[in-house]
């Protein structure tokens, strides 16, 4: 049994999986063709109180991480990943909230939590990936305003969003000392969106350019303190990476049960596939691996209710989670053999979207050093 959740949680629980069902299930191949999901399931999901489950009223849901933390695993659950909910709600609105001024949180929360305007972060770079410290974006101080300059790529809601908190040099000399996080709108002359960007899985999700050519924002857009950017991102990236590995737990276990009633009830050689002992064997380990990786990003999750999750171990959580969801998702492909190359049966589909896991919140070679840098202290322990 576990023991993280609150009834209230299991209640959202079951309106998040009606919603799904209903609003995104019948749909979500449709959108993955488009490479876009309509602004009307935004709207639909904010009348329902999806979004910004995590922030008080009337910025949100009222609810805590833990409503979050549903919404993740039922979208995991039948692989709609390419739903940006989470990166809108649980990492761009909560930099608004916890860094905003109270006329920042009341200009843009509401119409988040209602879906009117989603949102995005734009981190990466053309030649940076997960090296913060090396964006060339500038925003250059003149009076009561910045005028911004510099390109992004990769960036999810990249079409849809109607607020992008850029993330700039305002003191380039100063390294990462010299970054803010400033918030620009949709329709800002000079902000342009670049093309949809192809990829190899989470097709629903729209991932873009964005281009900055002498955008003029008011110094009010500007969230927190000027050069203080690198440190709140450093604060907030340890929920970014148990989302992640939120929703790859709770897709190990939807897609393990699924490769269970498959092997059941597929024949070869005139034996159910459970029937063979290397079946039992593969599915059995994936058992053992899935339960412990549970255990564990549950433990990370009731840690973070508490406000206690540690960069290193949010680091430990979303390394584990991504590498083990590609290992075992492409298991359980291999045990649906030629179906599971087919996207009707899901787990192929599941498979490539895991991939990218590997890769953003931070990729696994950085998780590894974050990790290391305490090796030395734990012997002290």
Not at 308 to 319: D, I, Y
Request: charged share 25%; proline share 3%.
């Amino acid at each position: 049994m576990r023991t993280v959740y609150r009834e209230d949680h299991e209640q959202f629980r079951t309106q998040v999986r009606r919603f799904v069902e209903r609003e995104i299930m019948p749909f979500y191949a449709e959108w993955e063709e488009q490479g876009i999901v309509p602004k009307s399931v935004w709207l639909k999901a904010g009348a329902e109180g999806l979004l910004n489950p995590l922030l008080p009223e009337p910025y949100g849901g009222g609810g805590d991480f833990g409503h979050s933390a549903v919404l993740l695993e039922e979208f995991g659950r039948v692989n709609c990943a390419g739903v940006a909910f989470p990166l809108h709600s649980d990492i761009v609105a909560p930099y608004i909230y916890t860094y905003g001024s109270q006329a920042q949180r009341d200009r843009w929360l509401p119409n988040m939590a209602s879906g009117e305007t989603i949102g995005a972060i734009a981190m990466t770079e053309p030649g940076t990936g997960s090296d913060l410290k090396a964006i060339r974006t500038t925003a250059q101080r003149e009076g009561d305003h910045y005028i911004i300059n510099g390109s992004k790529t990769f960036i999810s809601n990249g079409q849809n969003a109607g607020i992008v908190i850029v993330i700039a040099k305002t003191d380039p000399s100063a390294g990462a000392k010299g970054i803010s996080l400033i918030c620009v709108e949709e329709g800002t002359p000079g902000f342009s969106k670049g093309r949809k960007l192809k990829k190899i899985g989470l097709h629903a999700q729209d991932t873009s350019e964005l281009f900055f050519d002498n955008v003029r924002v008011p110094v009010g857009n500007r969230l927190g303190e000027e050069n203080n950017g690198f440190k709140y991102l450093m604060q907030e990236l340890a929920q970014e990476r148990l989302v992640i590995a939120v929703r790859a737990a709770a897709s190990i276990e939807a897609f393990l049960k699924r490769t269970i009633v498959y092997t059941r009830d597929r024949k070869i050689f005139g034996n159910s596939l459970l029937t063979y002992q290397n079946t039992r064997f593969k599915l059995a380990e994936a058992k053992a691996q899935c339960v412990m990786l549970r255990t564990f990003v549950d433990d990370c999750l009731a840690l973070h209710l508490k406000r206690e999750l540690t960069p290193e171990r949010a680091a430990m959580a979303k390394l584990n989670a991504s590498e083990m969801q590609c290992r075992l998702l492409d298991e359980f492909l291999q045990l649906h053999g030629g179906y599971g190359y087919m996207s009707e049966y899901m787990v192929g589909s599941a498979w490539v979207d895991a991939r990218v896991g590997r890769i953003y919140g931070g990729s696994s070679e950085v998780m590894k050093e974050i990790i290391a840098r305490n090796l030395e202290a734990d012997l002290d322990d």
